[in-house]
């Protein structure tokens, strides 16, 4: 039988499930929709896709124009990160929120399984997009432009999912000793 853990952080990572969500469908993944829905100013997406362009102009971020149009070059690897975002993450925060909100369960040992996947690789692309601003052209991105964007936009995708990966490794080792436990008693008895 499926032991459930309904511990009180699943409530932080349910509310980081669900702002994550509209980030990866709507700007992350915004190049991948039909422009038809975001591009016209009477469009349902073209909200995200103003908050996006204002980002764009009052950042620079070049890793935050990256589109699939402009993969060839220097940054072609975000694409790659954009996809993992998509196919991995994606799925994984949406059976989060079913999980912990929908059926309030809490989670199964499975599902910390893909949530430390989840952490890992989210906290990984994110330090190698901090790692990548520390090559950026110095006229273009002065130091405390980069700093701005290492702390104020880059560090929380790299802090929370580290936090969560320590967290979901915490369960996962609990659930191993108690499984290796049971073992030792039925090898006793």
Request: hydrophobic letters at 50%.
């Amino acid at each position: 039988m499926t032991q459930y853990n309904r511990s009180f952080k699943n409530h932080i990572w349910l509310v980081w499930a669900l702002l994550q969500l509209p980030i990866i469908l709507f700007i992350d993944g915004l190049d991948f929709l039909p422009p038809s829905l975001y591009l016209p100013a009477t469009s349902p997406l073209h909200v995200f896709h103003a908050l996006k362009a204002d980002y764009i102009a009052q950042h620079n971020d070049p890793i935050a124009q990256w589109s699939p149009a402009t993969a060839a070059g220097h940054d072609s690897w975000m694409g790659l990160f954009v996809y993992a975002e998509l196919v991995l993450s994606l799925p994984i925060l949406l059976f989060t929120v079913y999980r912990l909100c929908v059926q309030r369960r809490g989670t199964s040992g499975a599902h910390e399984l893909a949530l430390l996947v989840y952490a890992f690789e989210t906290a990984f692309t994110t330090l190698t997009c901090i790692h990548d601003t520390l090559y950026w052209d110095p006229q273009v991105y002065s130091v405390e432009a980069r700093k701005t964007l290492v702390v104020n936009m880059y560090s929380p995708w790299l802090i929370v999912p580290s936090i969560m990966f320590i967290d979901m490794a915490s369960r996962i080792l609990g659930r191993i000793r108690v499984a290796d436990a049971a073992v030792e008693t039925k090898k006793t008895n």
